[in-house]
């Protein structure tokens, strides 16, 4: 019997990850947002889909587990467009929420008894803008990816190349974690749109 794939969702917005990951069988099941309009938005798409509202006051340990956490923490405060704070930024700086959550949520269920790739979430998704790789000076984008990497190797370190290129991975013992550019135009948007995605996998390749 296939093992179903189930989602939670931060920072929400109209539920892209939502529609995403329903497209491919994964099922939403709840999703942390706090504007009213995208709100009304997933709820007449995803209707049985739980509103958690604000991540400030969510804990990972008592949510509902699922297979995926999926998020594009605010970009504001990276965008060449903005005042580039960056992750120390009053935005930016919910990414540090998102890896709050995963961790507590793994951590119970490590208490509850789970082990290996029963341990959830067992992967998560990060997306933001592209202006994160020069953050900083690419120091944001550093601190992103070994924070994500700390949630299983808690001493792991990451170097700051150069300047980031617009794909890489890093290859951890039994988890990874993989980023790379995308444009929307490529995919029916017709506008540029160009994203980061970061994908991790806390028990494989």
């Known amino acids: 019997m296939k ?3 189930t989602m939670g969702s931060l920072f929400s917005g109209s539920g892209g990850f939502e529609l995403a990951g329903s497209i491919f069988g994964i099922r939403p099941i709840w999703a942390s947002e706090i504007e009213p ?5 997933t709820t007449k798409n995803f209707p049985e889909m739980k ?8 804990n990972g340990a008592d949510l509902e587990p699922v297979t995926i956490i999926a998020g594009g923490s605010p970009c504001q405060d990276m965008s060449i467009a903005g005042k580039r704070e960056g992750l120390d930024g009053s935005r930016s700086n919910l990414f540090r929420e998102q890896i709050r959550i995963i961790k507590e949520m793994r951590e119970s269920d490590r208490a509850a008894g789970r082990t ?5 979430p067992r992967y998560m998704v990060w997306e933001n803008v592209p202006g994160a790789y020069s953050s900083n000076k690419g120091e944001d984008f ?9 949630i299983k190797d808690a001493d792991l370190s990451v170097p700051k190349p150069e300047k980031w290129t617009k794909a890489g991975e890093i290859m951890g013992e039994n988890f990874s974690v993989a980023y790379r550019t995308f444009d929307a135009q490529y995919w029916g948007v017709p506008q540029r749109r160009m994203r980061v995605y970061l994908v991790a996998d806390f028990e494989g390749g």
């Open 51 to 58: 509103h958690l509202g604000d991540i400030n006051k969510l």
């Open 37 to 41: 309009f995208p709100i009304l938005v």
């Open 116 to 120: 290996g790739k029963q341990i959830r």
């Open 142 to 150: 550093r601190c992103v990816l070994e924070e994500f990497c700390k």
């Open 3 to 5: 093992q179903e794939i």
